[in-house]
């Protein structure tokens, strides 16, 4: 059974920093495209970031120039360094393995909290 299991969540104050990591269990990690998405209190899951085995990247928006995805295909984990975050970056983030070639082939982890406040 595969599994992703997200770490590095936590309380910050505007404008810090976190970086989360994922790390799976997938048997063949550099097929799959990896993403981070968020869901906070009320609100649809939402898109933060993907990246693909050749490392091309895709950013929501609101996620571009403070955010950053990478991957370690070594390593089976992908991670999300967030810089300058803010209140409205509180929610709960959820790490995604996605394999373009077999549809419905897609694992989720089961979330870390992440907390902006003063």
């Known amino acids: 059974q595969v599994q992703l299991v997200e770490s590095g969540g936590g309380l910050v104050q505007p404008g810090g920093s976190l970086r989360l990591s994922c790390t799976t269990s997938?048997?063949?990690?550099?097929?799959?495209?990896m993403g981070w998405h968020r869901q906070a209190p009320g609100k649809q899951r939402e898109l933060v970031a993907t990246i693909t085995s050749g490392d091309f990247t895709n950013y929501a928006d609101s996620m571009k120039g403070r955010f950053t995805i990478s991957r370690d295909n070594a390593e089976k984990a992908v991670y999300l360094q967030m810089n300058n975050l803010q209140p409205e970056d509180t929610a709960v983030y959820y790490c995604?393995?996605?394999?373009?070639?077999?549809?419905?082939?897609?694992?989720w982890g089961q979330g870390t909290q992440v907390t902006v406040s003063s």
């Open positions: 995604n393995a996605r394999n373009p070639a077999i549809p419905g082939r897609n694992y």
């Open positions: 997938i048997s063949i990690f550099s097929r799959y495209v």
